[in-house]
């Protein structure tokens, strides 16, 4: 894992691991098979954890309970066709769903279809 929200602590926690090489060290692992973020910009880190975590950050500071059915309606429908869903990753729950989204809208990566789901899961 690159990074993660602590929800406990309120913060994105970043892995020292990756981040304390040279960003070119990260960028190239991001390249590097499988792509579970997808590819284009989706590969640009450390900007596409940043988004990806502060979409977990902003998914607890909405609250959790109102953003997750919306999300899960979403998630599940992808998991139905997952040609809907913005990158691999978000295919593991609605949680992560939420913030790959967030992530490829952030970064000008999504398709039109993506930026309507997005605005669909945090205002209803």
Do not use: C, K
């Amino acid at each position: 894992s690159l990074g993660y929200y602590d929800q406990d602590r309120a913060e994105i926690r970043l892995n020292s691991h990756w981040f304390g090489q040279p960003v070119a060290v990260l960028q190239s692992a991001a390249r590097t098979p499988p792509l579970f973020h997808g590819d284009g910009a989706m590969l640009d880190e450390p900007r596409r954890l940043l988004a990806h975590e502060f979409a977990h950050a902003l998914e607890y500071g909405i609250g959790f309970a109102e953003v997750d059915p919306r999300a899960r309606e979403l998630w599940e429908a992808a998991t139905r066709d997952p040609r809907l869903s913005p990158a691999q990753y978000g295919l593991a729950n609605p949680t992560e769903y939420l913030a790959e989204l967030f992530a490829a809208v952030e970064l000008g990566a999504a398709a039109p279809q993506h930026v309507e789901q997005l605005r669909y899961a945090l205002e209803g």
